[in-house]
């Protein structure tokens, strides 16, 4: 048994198709198929179902795949630990960061890469959640922070913090649609303000629906617009309102420009994650920059420079 082919049955197992899987794995479909079925004879198991529309996991194939993601992430683990000196790591990491992360984390993090890891080039990626995941489980970042809105198998989320959202309007009655925000708002109210908010695709919005959802709340979203300084140029004009982590308005806050309520009777949270692929573990060079990525944001955090609760280090799977 080799570990290219523990990296292939996974690969087979999230695309559920070995035509898919060839194209993501960059090998022959014929070729891929020959080492699913030589790890099956070796095995003397049935680890896939066939069928027209793909390959889906036997109960014994879930089991055996569980088993290959854990050993392929403690061999990088070893790896790492060998070599872990950041004067001697070089290579290009490409880190995925969502805009209100990349808004407060990229020039503290391109510090601590330079000093630590100065044959390192970094490259950072600064998109919506929803597309950061396809990204990552693709191998075009190796990897990423993500918000934590539901479990993939393929994809290895290591808690770094929660955040409450809050409600943000405009500082004054700047529009007939947006009078000044109290303190404090409660989740059931929302239902009554005009929303701005990201399109439904995007991870903010799945967090914010589902929370709705889950109160019995319909929110009245009167645009959808995915840029977050084009949302919050509308809001200060007060043409409605939005919901946001503070951090990512907390220059405007200290401007006069916006207004934030704490959203509460429940709030409403999300968890920051640091992930990569399980298919395609990063190597000793991204492992340290994920450590700095730990770093900056836990310096962030505790210095209050951004408002949110540090996780304990739970990691799903």
């Known amino acids: 048994m080799e570990l290219r082919q523990l990296r292939y049955l996974i690969g087979v197992a999230d695309a559920g198709s070995l035509l898919k899987a060839s194209k993501r794995l960059h090998l022959a479909q014929p070729a891929l198929g020959q080492h699913i079925v030589a790890l099956e004879e070796e095995l003397g198991a049935t680890l896939f179902v066939r069928s027209s529309r793909g390959m889906a996991l036997t109960d014994n194939g879930r089991r055996f795949v569980e088993h290959a993601r854990r050993v392929l ?9 060998v070599l872990a000196d950041g004067q001697h790591l070089t290579g290009e990491v490409i880190l995925g960061l969502p805009t209100t992360v990349a808004l407060a984390a990229t020039v503290p993090l391109l510090r601590l890469v330079r000093t630590r890891l100065p044959l390192v080039r970094l490259r950072i990626v600064e998109s919506h959640s929803g597309f950061l995941r396809e990204w990552l489980q693709t191998g075009r970042l190796e990897l990423s922070i993500l918000f934590e809105d539901r479990h993939e198998p393929w994809l290895s989320q290591r808690q770094l913090l929660t955040e409450q959202l809050v409600l943000v309007g405009a500082a004054g009655a700047a529009g007939a649609g947006s009078p000044p925000l109290a303190r404090e708002v409660p989740l059931r109210e929302l239902g009554r303000l005009p929303m701005i908010l990201p399109n439904t695709e995007h991870g903010l919005r799945r967090i914010i629906d589902a929370a709705c959802r889950a109160n019995g709340v319909e929110l009245d979203v009167v645009a959808e617009i995915d840029s977050l300084p084009a949302v919050k140029t509308a809001v200060a004009a007060g043409l409605a309102y939005t919901i946001l982590s503070p951090g990512s308005v907390s220059e405007e806050l200290r401007q006069g420009h916006l207004r934030q309520a704490v959203i509460r009777d429940p709030g409403i949270r999300r968890t920051i994650c640091s992930c990569f692929a399980l298919t395609r573990s990063p190597g000793p060079a991204a492992r340290a920059v994920s450590d700095l990525v730990d770093e900056v944001i836990r310096e962030l955090v505790l210095t ?7 996780a304990e280090q739970r990691v799903t799977p």
């Not at 209050?304 to 540090?310: I, K, M, Y």
């Open 73 to 81: 992430a403690d061999l990088e683990a070893a790896k790492a630990s």
């Open 304 to 310: 209050g420079q951004w408002p949110a609760t540090l």
